[in-house]
């Protein structure tokens, strides 16, 4: 592998063979002398499909002559090219519109190579393991060839790594035809094991992500299991359904870790943060390829969104993740709105002049799908009224006959009601807080949030919560949960 970057494309018409080839007044990565007649083999691989993802990169070989640059023999994001004795120059171009303050794409760590005999058409066996390492020994990692994903009779490669710290990962990468050799269809923070169903020919898979527990006021270490399926458009696999939650580091007691497991479950049931579409937006800004295969809504052909795509692909304008929300889901439609900042090429660095709203909307049985570009967020969090918490209190202090007054007709509201009250008087309530959740500005919500000490020696402080709305009377309580609503979970 060479350890030199590889040239930064700022712009779509930048990231091309031809522009490569015409550019001249940059010195080239890397020239080679070549002797004899000899085979010479490049990648900025393993990459998933090349034409879907999100830090695109290409490698050409040009021959050079007294004169300058000549004919560009070989370019793509991997080649293989016969070469006669003389000099040649390695060019390569990476392309990310997404903001790095290092200015290094994400993804891409050089190019690998290997020059060898004509009649070499192997493929390196050290490809799969690119970019990953093992923590200066710490956590070794092991690539085994026992799976069959696609029945080709071919054997796929499985890596398992620390993807971070205290996180394992899996990289399945599938056998392609040389000189790409491999691609990567899953690379996640999970250890994984094959199904025996199938989808569109590919084993589905069991995925186990090693994580905190998701709900306030649980520590340790939860499995949290999905389902995995073979997207055939992406050409990667998808995680699908929400299984199960076990705990990670069981203690002594059986029923305290049945309580944090129906608790996890729970939560990611209602308010699962994995399912927050990242890829879609982040191919829908930065592969103009897999933006023309979608379907465009007529609300997204606006003005925002064409100067948005505009400035990322032609006008040298980057993108970072600002506040990403889950909006006040609707009957039939879950919704999200991904703040960006978009950081102009006369930005200080770390700065930004720009911002943009991206609204992903989801109905029922379909796919999410990008519906619009704003200039502000359509589900803003509500600010808190100062006078909230003193409603709150007010109301807890209040027997039912007279709270009802100021409550919805959500079933349990009346129990959650008593249950407050009687932990209040037994001083069991031990933090309380009010928040804003994230609704149209027309109907602002906001969360109101306590932490009881359990009443099992075993439990952990269990978190109870209600949600607030105004009425032309003035507040009143919405619903209660013990699980924080999507909405409302930042």
């Not at 085979?39 to 004169?67: D, H, K, N």
């Not at 009649?119 to 093992?134: E, F, M, N």
Request: net charge negative.
């Amino acid at each position: 592998m060479r350890p030199e970057p590889l040239t930064p494309a700022h712009t779509e018409a930048e990231l091309g063979c031809e522009a490569m080839a015409a550019d001249a007044a940059n010195p080239p990565l890397w020239v080679i002398e070549v002797p004899k007649p000899l085979r010479l083999w490049a990648s900025t691989g393993p990459f998933p499909s090349p034409e879907l993802a999100t830090t695109r990169a290409l490698i050409g070989v040009q021959a050079m002559s007294g004169a300058g640059p000549g004919d560009m023999l070989a370019c793509g994001p991997a080649l293989s090219v016969e070469l006669a004795p003389g000099r040649y120059a390695l060019r390569g171009r990476v392309r990310s519109a997404q903001y790095t303050e290092s200015g290094v794409a994400p993804g891409i760590d050089g190019f690998a190579y290997r020059i060898s005999d004509l009649a070499d058409g192997s493929c390196p066996k050290d490809l799969a393991t690119r970019g990953i390492h093992d923590w200066d020994g710490q956590f070794p990692f092991t690539v085994d060839a026992d799976l069959d994903l696609n029945a080709d009779g071919r054997r796929e490669l499985r890596v398992e790594y620390q993807m971070a710290f205290t996180n394992p990962g899996t990289r399945l990468l599938v056998n392609e035809a040389y000189p790409r050799c491999l691609r990567v269809v899953a690379d996640v923070p999970a250890l994984l094991r094959p199904l025996p169903t199938r989808t569109h020919g590919f084993s589905d898979l069991r995925l186990g992500f090693w994580r905190l527990h998701p709900v306030d006021g649980f520590g340790g270490r939860m499995v949290i299991e999905y389902d995995g399926r073979y997207n055939a458009s992406t050409s990667a696999y998808d995680v699908s359904r929400f299984v199960r939650c076990r705990d990670g580091l069981p203690g002594e007691s059986p029923a305290a870790d049945s309580e944090r497991e129906r608790l996890c479950e729970r939560w990611l049931r209602s308010n699962d943060g994995s399912a927050v579409p990242y890829e879609l937006v982040e191919r829908w800004l930065g592969v103009p390829a897999y933006r023309d295969r979608l379907e465009i809504p007529t609300e997204l052909a606006g003005t925002q969104a064409t100067a948005l795509l505009r400035a990322l692909d032609a006008e040298r304008v980057r993108w970072q993740y600002g506040a990403v929300r889950a909006c006040e889901p609707r009957a039939g439609e879950r919704a999200w709105v991904f703040g960006l900042e978009l950081h102009a090429e006369h930005d200080p660095p770390g700065a930004w002049s720009r911002e943009a709203f991206v609204v992903v909307r989801q109905p029922r049985g379909q796919p999410a799908r990008v519906s619009a570009v704003l200039d502000a967020s359509p589900c803003p969090v509500a600010d808190v009224p100062s006078d909230l918490e003193s409603f709150v209190d007010a109301w807890l202090e209040k027997p039912w006959s007279e709270a009802r007054s100021a409550a919805s007709g959500s079933p349990g509201l009346r129990a959650q009601h008593l249950r407050l009250q009687r932990a209040r008087t037994a001083e069991r309530i031990e933090l309380a807080d009010v928040s804003g959740c994230a609704t149209p500005p027309h109907a602002p919500a906001w969360l109101w949030t306590a932490q009881m000490t359990a009443l099992a020696e075993y439990m952990s402080r269990t978190p109870t919560y209600l949600v607030i709305r105004r009425s032309a009377r003035g507040f009143v309580v919405d619903s209660s949960t013990e699980v924080r609503p999507p909405h409302c979970s930042f």
